[in-house]
């Protein structure tokens, strides 16, 4: 009876929280370059089909995107969400996916010089929790 309600806990914690590990942030960050050369090249073609996939999957991925499992657990639970890392991700995720949206809804209106602005503020959030975390 106690071991059953231990494996549920345990279970919850891990449905709830998402088990995200290094390896699967460096997939999304992949997906996320690829999807970064469809929008920079939907740019160049005007195609506009490109751009907003690459948008879309752009917007689907930096969602996922949070410091993998090894690192959140490093503090006990009520602690991870006062850490650093996790308030840096996530602030800078928001960022990244309200551009992404940007590039969609500027993109369509035919407003290039926006889009591309848009565009231009993921690839510095890029660099930034890049020179700020790549080596956490
Ligand atoms: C929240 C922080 C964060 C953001 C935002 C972020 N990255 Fe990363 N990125 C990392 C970290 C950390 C690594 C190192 C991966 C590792 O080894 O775990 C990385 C690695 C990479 C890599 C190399 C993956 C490999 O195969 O080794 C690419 C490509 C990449 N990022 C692209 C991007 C692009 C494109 C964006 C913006 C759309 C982006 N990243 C935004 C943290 C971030």
Redesign the pocket.
């Known amino acids: 009876m106690m071991r059953k309600a231990i494996v549920i806990g345990v279970l919850s914690v891990s449905v709830f929280a998402g088990v995200y590990t290094?390896a699967d942030?460096?997939k999304d960050?992949?997906t996320?370059?690829q999807a970064?050369n469809d929008i920079e090249s939907g740019f160049f073609f005007n195609d506009k089909q490109k751009v907003i996939k690459g948008a879309l999957k752009?917007s689907d991925t930096?969602r996922h995107?949070r410091p993998p499992l090894e690192d959140k657990e490093e503090k006990n639970p009520m602690m991870r969400y006062m850490n650093e890392k996790v308030k840096f991700?996530n602030k800078?995720?928001k960022k990244?996916d309200r551009k992404a949206e940007t590039i969609i809804e500027r993109f369509q209106d035919g407003d290039v010089s926006e889009a591309l602005q848009a565009y231009k503020k993921?690839m510095s959030?890029?660099m930034e929790?890049?020179a700020k975390?790549?080596k956490?």
Request: proline share 0%; net charge positive; glycine share 0%.
């Open positions: 290094r942030r460096v960050m992949q996320m370059a970064m752009l930096i995107v991700s800078i995720v990244i993921i959030s890029c929790c890049h975390i790549r956490w």
